[in-house]
């Protein structure tokens, strides 16, 4: 029996390995049409910066080691450009040759992965225009920047600002480069909803980006871009991270089925609509853990364990159809990270979805231990079962443990509530006695039973033009630090003796983060009025609005949001 698989990396070449374990004698072959079939792309960035000192760390297997170890056939440089499907052939094209030659298989996987948007735009730009997939492209930023560090200083311009974007602008401050970050829409990383996406700006701003969002490039031409802003920016460097489509030339040409999302369409079992040939990897649709329908999700998880699972079918083994893919997603940026599963609030909306939002600002791990740094989190709730629909969260420690116990809960089916359940690790250099995900629970548990009302950041204004008063129960101090404009300041301590003070209107109360609102709403309620919390405190407040107008100075919203607020 023969199995070719098109492309490398993840998903290639975790089915490729797979496969051999579990059949010594069949004949695979792989053929990758770049230079390298086996490379850390994830670890890209983090080499140009010089994180990953050496290169060759980058290069996991090479097709001679792969082929001493699993015997494989790797071939480099070997592009296929057609599929004969009654034949069962490929049309392979070696690319230094230039000569093409046809391959015979029983089996075929498709890992071809997806390709970066392309923008005409830049053509004329008289730089070099890089994407950031692979080896050849680092090479060639790591060149140009030598080569103009040699005339003096150096400036890049990064369009997009996703995880790719976000990661080269990273490690090109890292060698000192003077950038750009250019983004279409309105906020950068856009799987965060807005409030979340501002301390992000923030950390960019605190690192000497100069970020446009709401910007494009209208023109390019000697090395100078004009954008849509009305200025031009000369550039040494232009990286294309504006975002990628699956590539399905080869699927689409042999006539396979291609889904609604424009990925490769495939069963559980990931096999295309002709049976013999399977497909893996960024190219492909998966199956959304929210709603059950077709989705793209460009994850190097899921791509590596989709790529065994064909390995599994292939080999006869007993092979449970695909897990639905929740997406979760973390990236480091200078000091911060950001973690994010499942839906986003903005995209709930968007379809229509009923859903609760819960907004907290934890420590990472106990106050009264050292170094304990504030995180943002968001939950986003389905009202009718309590279903976890998604969640952000944004911090400097501890993010990366929190999002893996959600993204574990909303695949075990927990409900939100249920997470001020979970028994989790702790001693005070950890986490807390009432863990940042424990209290996400406690926060949907009082909401969802009426016991705390809260209302929105971005509901704030239509509410107090119906009427509503709000109240801050935060001290004078952190009022005069930073407050909602006209909002009456009576701090929690005092309610109880001047709560008469009250208007005969509905009450918003808000603190700093929405503990001490907690507070303040419970005691209102029961004296008779009709109060609400403000979800997530001043600090939502204060980065929703932040985001709408961009208008935040820097060096203040950084320093406001390193403070460590026990509330």
């Known amino acids: 029996m023969r199995t070719i698989i098109i492309g490398g990396v993840a998903a290639g070449m975790s089915a490729a390995t797979r496969l051999r374990r579990l059949d010594e004698e069949r004949d695979i072959v792989v053929f990758e049409r770049g230079s390298h079939v086996s490379f850390a792309n994830c670890g890209l960035p983090y080499h140009v910066g010089g994180v990953i000192e050496e290169r060759s760390a980058l290069l996991l297997q090479t097709p001679r080691s792969l082929g001493a170890r699993f015997r494989l056939d790797v071939q480099v440089r070997h592009e296929v450009v057609a599929i004969d499907r009654a034949a069962k052939t490929v049309t392979v094209r070696d690319l230094d040759a230039g000569l093409e030659r046809v391959e015979p298989y029983d089996d075929l996987v498709l890992a071809v992965g997806a390709r970066a948007m392309p923008d005409p735009v830049l053509s004329g730009a008289g730089v070099p225009i890089v994407t950031l ?130 990925g490769i369409a495939v069963d559980g079992r990931h096999r295309t609509s002709d049976p013999s040939i399977r497909a893996v990897g960024d190219g492909v649709e998966k199956i959304d853990a929210v709603t059950g329908e077709p989705t793209l999700v460009t994850m190097a998880g899921l791509a590596n364990r ?129 863990d940042p995900v424990n209290l996400l629970g406690y926060v949907a548990e009082n909401t969802g039973a009426g016991a705390t009302p809260s209302v929105q950041w971005h509901e704030l204004n239509a509410l107090r033009d119906a009427g509503a008063v709000v109240v801050d129960v935060r001290s004078v101090r952190e009022n005069e630090a930073g407050g909602i404009p006209g909002a009456l300041v009576i701090p929690l301590d005092e309610l109880r003796a001047r709560h008469s003070e009250l208007p005969d209107a509905p009450i918003i109360v808000h603190c700093q983060v929405g503990q001490r609102g907690h507070t303040a709403t419970r005691l209102l309620a029961q004296l008779g009025y009709r109060v609400s919390n403000l979800d997530g405190g001043w600090l939502t407040w204060r980065d929703g609005t932040a985001s709408a107008t961009t208008s935040t100075p820097a060096s203040t919203a950084a320093r406001v949001g390193d403070e460590l607020v026990s509330a």
Do not use: C
Request: hydrophobic share 45%.
């Open 133 to 262: 997939r692979d080896l050849d492209d680092v090479d060639r930023i790591i060149a140009t920047l030598e080569t103009a560090g040699a005339r003096g200083a150096v400036r890049a311009i990064v369009v997009g600002a996703g995880f790719i974007g976000l990661e080269a602008v990273e490690n090109l401050r890292r060698r000192d480069v003077e950038v750009t970050l250019l983004q279409r829409g309105p906020q950068v990383l856009t799987p965060l909803d807005a409030e979340m996406a501002e301390p992000v700006r923030r950390e960019l701003f605190r690192a000497g980006v100069d970020v446009r969002t709401s910007t494009t490039v209208v023109s390019a031409t000697d090395g100078v871009l004009a954008l849509s802003d009305g200025d031009r920016i000369h550039a040494d460097l232009v990286v294309l991270a504006a975002g990628v489509v699956p590539e399905t030339t080869l699927a689409r040409q042999a006539g396979l089925e291609i889904g609604t999302t424009g």
């Open 306 to 434: 989709h790529g065994r699972a064909v390995a599994d079918d292939i080999g006869g083994l007993p092979v449970d159809d695909a897990a639905p893919a929740l997406g979760t997603s973390i990236l480091g940026l200078f000091d911060l990270t950001v973690g994010f599963v499942g839906w986003n609030e903005r995209r709930l909306r968007a379809a229509g979805r009923a859903h609760r939002v819960v907004h907290t600002h934890p420590s990472s791990h106990a106050g009264y231990y050292p170094g304990a740094q504030q995180m943002a989190a968001k939950l986003l709730i389905d009202p009718t079962d309590e279903r976890i629909l998604g969640a952000q969260i944004v911090g400097r420690d501890g993010v990366d443990k929190r999002l893996d116990v959600i993204a574990v809960a909303m695949a075990a089916g927990l409900t939100a509530s249920a997470l001020s359940r979970l028994e989790l690790a702790y001693a005070p250099q950890y986490g807390s006695a009432k």
